[in-house]
């Protein structure tokens, strides 16, 4: 028997001693196992005590920490669904708070205002919507600038050590911006890299399979490590939508995942389903729900990683250093309680898993489209922030590895 599977399929009432007496008997991973640091001595803590409010990182494919590891980046709300509030960037060393941006309005409380690092952490970038019309800002870390660069688009994810972001129309009415753009944080320059034209002509048969005719945009672009690629999925308005109500499941319908190099501006691999994908270290692969790998590079070769928790509803993430991965959900799979979900770090090659920590997670911001923990590690692999709703807020936290060969 597995000695992580044996230990991890135990019930949730099961101490943590008992647990490591498991690994013992059964053989733990041997010393240069990237597992090893995460099965003792971690510790898990909120990333900020202060009382009365929600404070929740984005999204699991974006770092809230800044690239130099020294602050953390939240949205901090004080109203029941986390719909409205502020820019807040924390000092890890001192703890002292910094409201950098205030007063947004956000699409719901699953990814906040996809506020971000960027420009290598010299600015934070994020959404607001403010009279029905939405704009992207950034934020200069040093003089605390607010600068509006585009107006009726959204946010979605660049990479921290950079300027550009990824920015696309809102998918429930994107007007005349179907296409991606990459928005300049030094500059507010935005250019066009992938037209809605050159996607329906590759994929045309498809999309009027999946769209039924319906005008299409893209939609919620992820920029690869590298710079050099990118994913998307592909939208069309749905009835709510098209009443310009985006607060609504049937806002709009999106599937699919697209890969585009953005060096030759071509085509790269087409998937018609989207689970919640991200991207592998070495900006080829993509990580998937089911515990899987996509290689772009090779038609979508799908490699599987063997003996590994399926989690319902799991957001999964690879650390920086392509050792790990770590997942949300629920965890019936392991003997859970009914509705608890968990954080679970896997090694990639497979069989070995921890789950650090364990809650009801049916709580906190009640967003009609709930907050989810989002598990990600930090650019060291040696921290993982997720969200966890267990009580009237939803908190952001911090796992960090017991030092050591890490």
């Given at each position: 028997?597995?000695?992580?599977?044996?230990?991890?399929?135990?019930?949730?009432?099961?101490?943590?001693?008992?647990?490591?007496?498991?690994?013992?008997?059964?053989?733990?991973?041997?010393?240069?196992?990237?597992?090893?640091?995460?099965?003792?001595?971690?510790?898990?803590?909120?990333?900020?005590?202060?009382?009365?409010?929600?404070?929740?990182?984005?999204?699991?494919?974006?770092?809230?920490?800044?690239?130099?590891?020294?602050?953390?980046?939240?949205?901090?709300?004080?109203?029941?669904?986390?719909?409205?509030?502020?820019?807040?960037?924390?000092?890890?060393?001192?703890?002292?708070?910094?409201?950098?941006?205030?007063?947004?309005?956000?699409?719901?409380?699953?990814?906040?205002?996809?506020?971000?690092?960027?420009?290598?952490?010299?600015?934070?970038?994020?959404?607001?919507?403010?009279?029905?019309?939405?704009?992207?800002?950034?934020?200069?870390?040093?003089?605390?600038?607010?600068?509006?660069?585009?107006?009726?688009?959204?946010?979605?994810?660049?990479?921290?050590?950079?300027?550009?972001?990824?920015?696309?129309?809102?998918?429930?009415?994107?007007?005349?911006?179907?296409?991606?753009?990459?928005?300049?944080?030094?500059?507010?320059?935005?250019?066009?890299?992938?037209?809605?034209?050159?996607?329906?002509?590759?994929?045309?048969?498809w999309l009027a399979k999946e769209f039924g005719g319906r005008t299409t945009s893209i939609f919620f672009p992820v920029i690869s490590p590298d710079g050099q690629r990118v994913f998307f999925k592909m939208s069309a308005p749905g009835p709510?939508?098209?009443?310009?109500?985006?607060?609504?499941?049937?806002?709009?319908?999106?599937?699919?995942?697209?890969?585009?190099?953005?060096?030759?501006?071509?085509?790269?691999?087409?998937?018609?389903?989207?689970?919640?994908?991200?991207w592998h270290p070495d900006s080829r692969r993509i990580i998937e729900m089911g515990n899987v790998f996509f290689d772009t590079s090779e038609n979508g070769r799908m490699e599987k990683m063997p003996d590994l928790p399926n989690m319902r509803?799991?957001?999964?993430?690879?650390?920086?250093?392509?050792?790990?991965?770590?997942?949300?959900?629920?965890?019936?799979?392991?003997?859970?309680?009914?509705?608890?979900?968990?954080?679970?770090?896997?090694?990639?090659?497979?069989?070995?898993?921890?789950?650090?920590?364990?809650?009801?997670?049916?709580?906190?911001?009640?967003?009609?489209?709930?907050?989810?923990?989002?598990?990600?590690?930090?650019?060291?692999?040696?921290?993982?922030?997720?969200?966890?709703?267990?009580?009237?807020?939803?908190?952001?936290?911090?796992?960090?590895?017991?030092?050591?060969?890490?």
């Open positions: 028997m597995n000695a992580s599977l044996a230990s991890n399929r135990l019930p949730t009432a099961v101490p943590a001693l008992f647990a490591l007496i498991a690994f013992s008997l059964f053989g733990a991973p041997t010393s240069n196992d990237p597992l090893r640091p995460w099965q003792a001595g971690v510790t898990v803590r909120r990333v900020s005590e202060i009382p009365g409010r929600h404070a929740l990182h984005t999204y699991y494919l974006t770092n809230p920490e800044s690239p130099d590891g020294r602050r953390v980046l939240f949205f901090a709300s004080t109203t029941p669904d986390a719909h409205r509030g502020d820019l807040v960037v924390r000092d890890r060393a001192s703890g002292k708070e910094t409201v950098i941006a205030r007063g947004i309005n956000t699409e719901d409380a699953h990814r906040g205002a996809c506020q971000q690092w960027i420009s290598n952490g010299r600015r934070v970038a994020y959404h607001d919507v403010k009279d029905g019309r939405w704009s992207v800002h950034v934020v200069d870390m040093e003089t605390l600038q607010d600068r509006k660069l585009a107006d009726d688009r959204q946010l979605c994810f660049g990479r921290a050590i950079d300027d550009l972001l990824p920015i696309y129309g809102c998918h429930w009415n994107p007007g005349p911006y179907r296409d991606l753009e990459l928005l300049n944080a030094a500059t507010g320059e935005v250019r066009t890299v992938v037209t809605i034209a050159d996607v329906e002509r590759h994929n045309g048969p709510d939508g098209e009443k310009n109500n985006f607060m609504s499941k049937n806002a709009s319908h999106r599937q699919g995942t697209v890969v585009y190099d953005l060096t030759t501006r071509t085509p790269v691999f087409m998937r018609e389903k989207w689970g919640h994908p991200g509803g799991n957001h999964p993430s690879v650390s920086p250093d392509g050792r790990l991965f770590v997942m949300d959900g629920l965890l019936d799979e392991i003997g859970g309680p009914k509705g608890h979900w968990g954080v679970t770090v896997c090694d990639v090659r497979g069989q070995h898993f921890q789950v650090l920590h364990r809650f009801d997670n049916a709580r906190g911001a009640n967003s009609w489209r709930r907050n989810h923990p989002h598990p990600i590690f930090s650019a060291d692999s040696r921290r993982i922030y997720f969200n966890v709703s267990d009580g009237e807020w939803t908190q952001l936290y911090v796992a960090e590895a017991a030092h050591g060969d890490k």
